[in-house]
């Protein structure tokens, strides 16, 4: 099982990024899909969540920012990031729940200028 993250950079505040995170040797229709961050000294936290409906939720930080969506014909999950703020800076993973087990991709770095 492999997820590959993408799409991580460096944008001055107020400005936007898409993150996508393609999977391999999982069912993705069957995946509920994660986006989590971790910043530099603080603990992991999730941040987007997309079940096998397409139905999402968001901590409470990035809701109206942030949009997480699936497309499982390209086995991919995306994230919407508009408005970035600096506190938005840290390493993004993705992470399939599938087969009662958690795979997890390679983080992307997201840093947000002031």
């Known amino acids: 099982v492999q997820l590959q993250a993408s799409g991580g950079g460096l944008v001055q505040a107020g400005g936007s990024l898409r993150l996508s995170c393609t999977a391999s040797g999982i069912v993705f229709s069957f995946a509920a899909m994660h986006w989590c961050r971790q910043a530099p000294g603080k603990q992991r936290e999730l941040v987007a969540f997309i079940n096998t409906s397409s139905n999402t939720d968001y901590t409470d930080s990035v809701k109206g920012r942030f949009t997480i969506s699936r497309d499982n014909a390209k086995n991919t999950v995306y994230l919407q990031m508009n408005s970035l703020k600096p506190e938005d800076t840290a390493v993004y993973y993705c992470?399939?729940?599938?087969?009662?087990?958690?795979?997890w991709g390679q983080g992307t770095q997201v840093t947000v200028s002031s």
């Open positions: 992470y399939a729940w599938v087969y009662r087990t958690n795979y």
